[in-house]
């Protein structure tokens, strides 16, 4: 039985006729599960518009987390994974919404290029996934700023035409659309493809471990060598003996690296630190299946866990802040929260007045 | 060319009694800063943008605003949005008028909001490298603030002596050193606006949910909110800077010189590369020594240099035959390109390094620090004062795109060939990435036909030059906006995506009074 169905005397329940469509046309690709919701993993853009335009027109809704009200037909894009074209000169890559990150990586690795450094989960997720949740797509890139990994994007909006963004390393044409769809957990458009902004494969590697007095001192050394253009792939710390011990890996050309380790060694040494020469305390564990969760962190909340004898493990370090494993406060990167200010909602309203994408979380 | 036209102020429209309403409470809301003078009309009915002051050399005003007010605080400015706001009348927020696309005529006249009352800096927050200052304030004395504390922002425009903060923050403005700072938008940390519903709202910073709100502001070109303060990431004051410039045989050879250098992961502060006539033009001054060229900034070249010189020896006739002039142009060949690198100094001399073997590889002869050090020297040489070129016959204007590198070269010869029979044009590549690039093109305009004639070219100028950007995948603006320049043209870049940008209007503006006519037709 389809809930919502009717015997033949009443007008049939819209939603009733949905599921009916979505079984039609899906077969096996359409599932009920409990609560009277519904999973859709549609084989190709077309099914997946189809989907979207049955929701839409039955008064349906769209979503991820659980119905309120309307119960959600839930959609996987794993089966859109087309990845390419490459375009080795500007090192971009357009690849479907499905395909996983790791994926793309591992496919970048013949241009020389990679979409990284990324943090372990997020190279785990779908692309996305990783553009429409809780990470907003966000890389961080030299001078300590975050930036979305990609340079242009296509996705349904709300009445069903497509939003297709130029790609273009920046603009000055008005608001920054993409933000329709960075972060928004496909509430206002659900993403197709997406051309990804790559950088140079690092051909090398090398970790350093450092010493420093106070949590406070790391911080400002590695704002500060941030600023300054320094790249860092990951930094473990955790306090020993009083002193913060901080392994840092870096990624690049040989002289990347040399570069980017005098910068921070240079800031280190400002803050009465100095180079230990040894790996920390706890081995590096064997990397997690699923990795850890991830936390986006402020750096006051790292230096408070550090104060606090806690250790972490940071990625996507930024001037103000990073994704922590470990013991430090922030927010959590596996849930979408609700959305940090009552404008969006306003936003998103207007945007999709009938909710048809789920509305604000 | 005719003689200019006197301004007439009884060619203005006269007060709505709307307007003589609002302008009464704004006077008891503002008092002594609010203005319903001519002179004030007339004064904020246009910025630099080359039409403009075409116009106003044919005797012609541009849409004027109703009424002008100065508010002094977050709390005023909320006030007289929400007062526009209860009348239905538009609002325009000001700066300090360096716009080069229209983005300030009142077209359906209104309240022009002029800014730069609040322009209060607050001391850096040194640890988190952060600076809080009002939208009002101009470029110039922010940065000077700034490095009397001993930091930077990084953000240098050419207009820097003549825009504020909010005007950046609402055109997405960029500075000449953006490839090691970025743009405006990369600094902000977070902001906060009126929007058109008369709402003060504050841009949440990291970690945050949801959609980037300040994304959804930045660019807005105050069709939704006015800004009112930001918050913007600062860099310590530069220990050393290193200079250093090329010479490439080719345009193509030296944009694939800034794009190896930018995929190595070094981070010039300024990347400018001249196509061969802007580097020809300029190395005149020194005949005998060609290597030893004066690298102007972008609109010196227009009007210190170019133009002057056309005026004298070639006048606006000759110019009118664009396409031959153009065709003279393509005898030359030789490209220059200037780089900087600034920062702590050990970096920035390594960088430059390795800057120079890369460039050396891509075929760059080496010329030294000193035609990279005239730039830096020259670089805000700018003349606002469009009104002796117009006066000459002929309107010279600027074309900035932005394109991924595969685009580039085509983005470039697909604008140079449309415009080719139209203006003069010349370009230079900045403001680079490691994905792309803009490109800035320079335009000289003239006819014999006398001024609408020169207008009428003007527009079918922009209509090819945006018609070929478009057609070759480029983004129609980097740094200085829509307005009603290019409105248009952004409705067709956007395509269907254009609904999204009415839903943002809708929720942030539903009376539609912010700005009215800009940014979508």
């Known amino acids: ?361 | 060319m005719t003689a200019p036209a006197p301004l007439s102020a009884s060619s203005l429209p006269p007060l709505s009694a709307l307007a003589q309403a609002a302008a009464a409470e704004l006077s008891e809301l503002l008092p002594g800063r609010v203005s319903t003078a001519d002179e004030d009309r007339i004064s904020y009915a246009r910025d630099m943008w080359p039409k403009a002051i075409l116009w106003i050399r044919q005797g012609r005003i541009p849409p004027p605003p109703d009424l002008v007010v100065w508010p002094g605080s977050e709390e005023e400015v909320q006030k007289v949005i929400q007062l526009a706001r209860a009348h239905k009348l538009p609002v325009i927020p000001f700066g300090a008028g360096s716009g080069v696309c229209g983005g300030v005529c009142a077209v359906r006249g209104g309240i022009s909001l002029d800014l730069k009352r609040l322009e209060r800096v607050e001391a850096v927050d040194g640890e988190r490298f952060t600076v809080d200052a009002g939208a009002g304030v101009v470029g110039e004395p922010l940065e000077r603030r700034l490095n009397a504390q001993g930091y930077t922002l990084g953000h240098f425009p050419s207009s820097i002596y003549m825009s504020t903060l909010g005007g950046w923050l609402a055109a997405r403005s960029a500075g000449q050193l953006s490839t090691r700072y970025g743009k405006i938008e990369d600094m902000v940390v977070s902001l906060r606006a009126v929007t058109g519903r008369g709402e003060i709202v504050q841009t949440p910073e990291r970690p945050c949910s949801g959609p980037d709100l300040a994304e959804l502001l930045l660019g807005s070109e105050g069709t939704l909110c006015t800004f009112t303060r930001a918050r913007l990431r600062v860099h310590p004051r530069p220990q050393h800077q290193a200079f250093r410039a090329f010479r490439f045989r080719s345009v193509e050879a030296g944009v694939e010189a800034i794009r190896r250098v930018l995929r190595d992961g070094l981070r010039p502060a300024a990347v400018r590369l001249y196509d061969p006539f802007d580097t020809a033009l300029v190395a005149r001054k020194k005949p005998h020594a060609p290597e030893d060229v004066v690298p102007p900034s972008e609109r010196g070249i227009l009007r210190g240099d170019l133009l002057p010189l056309l005026t004298r020896a070639v006048a606006s006739r000759a110019l009118g035959n664009a396409r031959l002039f153009n065709r003279a142009a393509d005898l030359f060949r030789r490209c220059l390109l200037v780089l900087m690198f600034e920062g702590e100094a050990r970096r920035s001399l390594q960088e430059e390094g390795f800057a120079r073997e890369l460039c050396a590889a891509a075929g760059g002869a080496d010329l030294g620090e000193e035609p990279a050090r005239r730039w830096y020297a020259t670089r805000y040489d700018v003349s606002y004062r469009m009104s002796p070129v117009v006066d000459g016959g002929m309107v010279a204007d600027t074309f900035e795109v932005a394109a991924t590198w595969d685009r580039v070269m085509e983005v470039y010869e697909r604008v140079r060939a449309a415009t080719a029979p139209l203006a003069f044009v010349m370009c230079h590549f900045s403001h680079a990435y490691v994905e792309g690039c803009s490109l800035y093109f320079s335009f000289a305009v003239a006819s014999q036909g006398g001024d609408r004639a020169l207008e009428t070219r003007y527009d079918d100028l922009w209509k090819a030059a945006l018609a070929a950007a478009l057609a070759a995948g480029a983004t129609i603006s980097h740094h200085h906006g829509v307005g009603l320049l290019k409105s248009r043209a952004l409705a067709e870049q956007l395509g269907d995506a254009r609904r999204m940008l009415q839903g943002l209007k809708r929720a942030l503006d539903p009376d539609g009074i912010m700005n009215p006519g800009k940014l979508l037709p």
């Not at chain 1, 779908?126 to 890389?139: K, T, V």
């Not at chain 1, 690049?252 to 400002?270: C, P």
Request: aromatic share 4%; glycine share 14%; proline share 9%.
């Open chain 1, 1 to 361: 039985m389809t809930p919502g169905s009717t015997n033949g005397h009443e007008a049939p329940d819209p939603l009733a006729r949905m599921h009916e469509q979505l079984r039609d046309s899906l077969g096996p690709r359409y599932e009920l599960t409990a609560g009277g919701a519904a999973r859709c993993s549609p084989r190709s853009e077309r099914e997946l518009l189809l989907v979207l335009k049955l929701v839409r027109d039955h008064g349906g809704k769209l979503g991820r987390h659980g119905p309120s009200g309307t119960p959600p037909v839930v959609v996987s894009r794993r089966a859109l994974q087309l990845i390419g074209p490459w375009e080795p000169q500007s090192a971009t890559v357009t690849a479907e919404a499905g395909a996983l990150l790791s994926e793309i990586d591992r496919g970048a690795l013949a241009q020389q290029l990679t979409v990284g450094p990324l943090t372990p989960r997020a190279l785990q997720l779908e692309l996305g996934d990783f553009l429409e949740g809780p990470y907003g797509g966000l890389r961080s890139v030299p001078g300590g700023r975050l930036e979305p990994l990609s340079v242009g994007l296509t996705a349904v909006m709300p009445d069903g035409l497509h939003a297709v963004s130029r790609a273009a390393p920046r603009h000055a044409t008005g608001p920054g659309l993409n933000a329709f769809f960075l972060g928004a957990g496909g509430r206002m458009g659900v993403l197709l493809r997406a051309q990804l902004r790559l950088g140079a494969r690092p051909i090398a590697t090398r970790t350093t471990t450092f010493s420093i007095p106070s949590p406070a001192g790391l911080v400002a050394a590695v704002r500060r060598a941030l600023l300054e253009g320094a790249c860092v792939e990951r930094l473990r710390v955790e306090r020993r003996d009083g002193r913060v011990m901080a392994e840092v890996r870096f990624g690049g050309s040989q002289s990347q690296i040399d570069r980017d380790l005098a910068t921070l060694g240079t800031h280190i040494l400002g803050q009465g630190g100095r180079v230990a020469g040894h790996r920390l305390r706890r081995p590096e564990p064997p990397p997690a299946e699923p990795p850890p969760p991830e936390r986006e962190a402020r750096w006051e909340a790292v230096a408070k866990a550090l104060e606090g004898g806690g250790s972490a493990a940071l990625y996507r370090l930024s001037v103000d802040g990073a994704v922590a494993e470990g013991e430090v406060e922030g927010r959590d990167l596996s849930a979408e929260g609700p959305w940090s200010h009552p404008a969006l909602e306003a936003i998103a309203a207007a945007v999709d007045p009938s909710a048809s994408l789920g509305g604000p979380p």
